[in-house]
């Protein structure tokens, strides 16, 4: 059967079963994974073009169960069986099988997906992706003068995984464009940074509008005389890519269960009970379709089909996201504990751990109260309206959160007044800025892309959104 | 792989695509990296909860065990072609899986044909000259043990760091990750460089979790360096449960604008090249593409008087077993390079593409390449003298210090902080400190004592006389 696969995959594909049954020959449970990605990447910058094939980099994992323990072998040889064999066994051999919890390989499953998306990236040459950033470079450095440095970067990668345990063979074939607008603007002494990004599974991602470059441009322009907003404590109103990132921080890491069984989730002890308003509900999904965070299975085999409700109007869910490790060890301890799609390795030489795939707020119907961004800004009195993420950070024991954001608007009276603040920083305890938030929009924007890590390492793609949501922060 | 065959492919087909496929190569290089990697992941504890609490049971089996023997082949192919009468240049980074000459050939052309499209001003290829500094980068014993001796030896380590923390008062290690990797590296280029070396690298993160009554902390150390005896079980665990039940037993952040002293992990974050802007603005690229504050001999801080001493930082790949020491770069050999010389702009970070653009090459300069690590010389003052009478702010740590690298704004997350009056010391944490780096060069005082971590030489404690704290 085809698969869409390249060849050696294809090939690859139909050899994972033989190299699974070699390690379970001693070991109670072993799985093959493979991950292959490639692409290329386009940029330009007033000194540089370049375009760059980002060959297939592909790489296996072979792991092994031995009752309390993985053991796990990673080389990028993926093409010479002889030698995956004798690594395999070489492995299995290594190991002292324990008394101990079982992985359930689940019910037999062969099935290949594939990302779905508007235009296939596939079909677009280099040079097309050459002229798309050379006409965005000149429609930013034509803005205005003070415009230095712009760079444009178009960003094409196709990512392949394929699972097998020994009832499941599983493949996936994703593929995410992003497109980048980084306009540098200087006055002679002072030198800011606009960032504009679009993610999407296909070309579309890059059909982005001379209106939308040029509002790009324009801002980095303002920036130079924007303000430092002044330190303290504010009322907020959070853009959907930030509104998302303070749940992904907040709850999303706090609710990884490798984190809760290390005991640096302190939202272990808060299962049940109130964590924030009743308008607070936070999910993760990496079945949500096209997302940047999205994924077809876990590294450990588990279908991407239901999402973890972590909050639910407020209260702390005792749905957890999980991996295979802190599944089997903590099932037994927590009854009711799923085996959920959240399994993730940053390559194939990485250990696997409960990862975030799309993290968001709920948004909030209109006819229980949810607003319109208008609304929401008109309704606020004086507040900041925070946009344009640049980093976070987690906290899951403190229950401390730090947010950066490019650019803060400020409102008074329930109007902007076209104040523009460059760059701030959020802090806040997360229970008292979730219980904080006092409004919400009706609509739901999951579409930023981005990366998260455990700690400062081991890197996965995610998304965030939500809608936006007004609550109290600190600001500097 | 055969990197001889692979190697001589390249060569001929790189000389042979011309006239194939009306393509120009300038020239090519090739790198092979043979790598061992260990890493052992240990959960010395499994915790529940139960009334509200945490119950900690022992785990006494690793959580993970990979290994990972690996090989890699890039190649850089340099381009070049001419259109309306100008000469361009451009370079494809790639990387072969197979040595099969038709797969060898195919990446090559796909490389090539990306190269010869980007129409950038032609600049020097690798230096056939070049000379390479003795950096010592490796741990010979590492690179003397087989797979099996080197894993056991990991797990020696991380039993040490565990003894050392079980002796530790109201403190656990929740979770201890060590990566170890032993790489053998080959360079070779098209102008007549061959180059091989040994390095080894040591990664580790432990989580030390503090607990006092109700009261719980986390406090992660992620130590880096070249020999895993550089790290030392018991100073890293003795440094990592100090901190963490020094963020338990914090209070709130004080409100505050004035003096605030950096030390240890701060002064760290607050120096090291990776996390200010100095390396962005003393960048070739963004000299050449006038987005730099860079200007030789200026100072960094604009016209602003000066109140406290002149900093000179240097970006250093040369020191011994340094975590970020390096032999070369894109075949280039590595050096010191003085990037702020007592305040004022000295040196440019880069390869010979923007050397050349800056016409530095023709100066005689050699290309300084990316950055190495930090180093600072020590300052006049005491830390007695930097924490001086009265009432100060210490700040320990940052959850995440980053400062914007081209405005050089800062509002960083207090991890731990210290509040000193009349002999009295208490933490707190949270709230954000707030500034500008290169505003605070203008009021810094340096400490003679110095520290080295993770890349960083340099004083270990910074008086910085113009910050502010949004408590």
């Not at chain 1, 370049?50 to 009752?67: A, E, K, L, M």
């Not at chain 2, 990446?107 to 499209?117: D, H, I, M, R, V």
């Not at chain 2, 050392?164 to 070779?188: C, M, P, Q, W, Y």
């Amino acid at each position: 059967m085809s698969h869409n696969l390249p060849p050696a995959l294809e090939t690859l594909r139909g050899f994972l079963p033989e190299l699974v049954a070699e390690a379970e020959t001693k070991a109670p449970y072993a799985t093959a994974l493979v991950t292959q990605s490639a692409g290329e990447t386009v940029a330009k910058s007033p000194a540089d073009e370049r375009t760059n094939p980002v060959p297939p980099r592909p790489g296996i994992r072979i792991s092994v169960w031995d009752g309390a323990t993985f053991h796990s072998v990673a080389t990028s040889r993926v093409d010479d069986r002889d030698y995956l064999l004798r690594l395999t066994r070489g492995l299995a051999e290594s190991i002292r099988v324990k008394q101990g919890p079982m992985p359930d390989p689940g019910a037999q499953l062969d099935r290949h997906f594939r990302s779905e998306f508007q235009q296939d990236p596939e079909q677009v040459t280099a040079s097309q992706r050459q002229e798309i950033c050379r006409h965005a470079f000149e429609q930013l450095a034509r803005f205005d003068k003070r415009i230095v440095a712009p760079r444009a970067v178009y960003v094409y990668e196709r990512e392949y995984r394929l699972f097998c345990n020994r009832s499941r063979l599983l493949s996936s074939d994703v593929s995410n464009v992003g497109f980048y607008l980084v306009p540098l603007a200087s006055d002679g002494k002072k030198q800011v940074m606009n960032f504009k990004g679009s993610v999407a599974p296909g070309h579309e991602a890059a059909c982005i509008t001379d209106e939308v470059i040029r509002e790009t441009a324009e801002l980095a322009v303002q920036y130079l005389s924007a303000e430092k907003v002044p330190p303290g404590e504010y009322r907020v109103i959070l853009d959907p890519d930030i509104t998302g990132t303070l749940a992904h921080e907040s709850f999303g890491h706090g609710c990884e269960m490798d984190a809760l069984m290390r005991g640096t989730a302190r939202a272990a002890l808060y299962v049940g009970r109130r964590v924030g308003s009743d308008l607070v509900n936070i999910v993760d999904f990496g079945g949500l379709p096209g997302r940047h965070g999205s994924i077809f299975f876990s590294d450990d085999g588990v279908l991407a089909e239901e999402p973890a409700v972590l909050v639910k109007d407020g209260i702390l869910q005792p749905t957890l996201m999980t991996d295979l490790y802190s599944y089997l060890h903590m099932r037994d301890r927590l009854p009711g504990l799923k085996l959920s799609a959240n399994g993730r390795l940053q390559d194939y030489d990485h250990p696997i751990y409960a990862r975030m795939t799309n993290t968001y707020f709920l948004p909030l119907a209109q006819e229980k109260g949810g607003k319109t961004k208008d609304e929401l800004i008109a309704d606020s009195g004086d507040a900041v309206l925070i946009e344009q993420l640049t980093s976070g950070m987690e906290d899951p024991l403190g229950w401390g959160v730090q947010l950066q954001a490019l650019r803060g608007r400020e409102i008074k009276g329930g109007k902007l007044t076209g104040k523009l603040y460059y760059q701030v920083g959020l802090t806040g305890y997360v229970p008292d800025v979730l219980a904080s938030i006092d409004g919400i929009t009706s609509e739901l924007d999951v579409s930023s892309g981005g990366s998260c890590g455990k700690g400062h390492k081991e890197y996965v793609r995610v998304s965030s959104g939500g809608p936006y949501i007004r609550c109290r922060m600190k600001l500097g | 792989m055969d990197f001889n065959k692979i190697k001589s492919i390249v060569a001929g087909s790189a000389l042979a695509l011309p006239a194939e496929r009306g393509l120009e190569v300038a020239g090519w290089s090739l790198r092979r990296t043979e790598t061992e990697a260990t890493t052992t992941i240990r959960l010395p504890g499994i915790y529940t909860t139960r009334e509200g609490k945490f119950v900690r049971q022992p785990n006494p089996h690793p959580r993970e065990v990979i290994t990972a023997p690996g090989e890699e082949v890039w190649v850089t192919v340099y381009g070049r072609h001419q259109a309306d009468g100008n000469e361009y240049m451009g370079e494809a980074v790639g990387q072969f899986v197979s040595d099969e000459e038709s797969a060898v050939k195919a990446t090559l052309t796909s490389l090539a044909t990306a190269a010869c499209g980007q129409p950038n001003k032609p600049y020097p290829i690798s230096d056939p000259g070049a000379l390479f500094p003795p950096v010592e980068i490796a741990d010979h014993e590492l690179l003397e043990l087989s797979p099996p001796a080197l894993l056991a030896r990991v797990q020696r380590f991380a039993d040490a760091v565990l003894t050392a923390a079980a002796a530790e008062f109201g403190t656990d290690v929740s979770n201890l990750e060590v990566f170890v990797r032993k790489i053998r590296s080959r360079i070779e280029t098209s102008t007549g460089i061959a180059h091989e070396y040994n390095s080894t690298r040591t990664d580790a993160e432990v989580c030390f979790i503090a607990r006092f009554g109700d009261k719980v902390a986390e406090h992660t150390a992620r130590p880096h360096a070249r020999r895993l005896r550089d790290l030392d079980p018991q100073v890293l665990v003795t440094a990592g449960a100090d901190h963490a039940r020094g963020i338990c037993q914090a209070g709130p952040p004080p409100q505050h604008t004035g003096p605030v002293v950096l030390v240890g992990d701060a002064a760290h974050d607050f120096m090291k090249l990776d996390y200010q802007p100095l390396s962005w603005h003393c960048a070739g690229r963004a000299v050449y593409e006038k987005m730099s504050r860079y200007a030789k001999g200026r100072p960094a801080w604009g016209d602003k008087p000066l109140a406290g001493d002149a900093l000179t930082i240097y970006s250093d790949p040369l020191v011994p077993f340094g975590p970020d020491s390096r032999v070369e770069s894109e075949a280039l050999p590595a050096r010191r390079a003085c990037l702020l010389k007592e305040g004022c702009y000295d040196e440019i970070l880069g390869g010979l593409r923007y050397y050349h653009y800056l016409g530095l090459l023709a100066e005689g300069a050699k290309p300084a390449g990316p950055t190495g690590n930090t180093v600072v010389p020590a300052g006049p003052h005491r830390t007695a003298e930097l924490l001086g009478p009265g009432r100060t702010i210490i700040v320990r740590s940052f959850s995440d210090f980053r400062a914007d690298p081209t405005s050089g704004d800062f509002a960083s997350e207090i991890r731990l902080g210290k509040i000193r009056e009349d002999g009295d010391e208490r933490h707190f944490k949270g709230g954000l400190l707030v500034g500008n780096w290169f505003d605070s060069l203008t009021d810094m005082k340096l400490s003679t004592e110095t520290m080295s971590q993770d890349g960083y030489y340099g004083p270990s404690a910074i008086r910085v006389g113009n910050l502010q704290i949004a408590g």
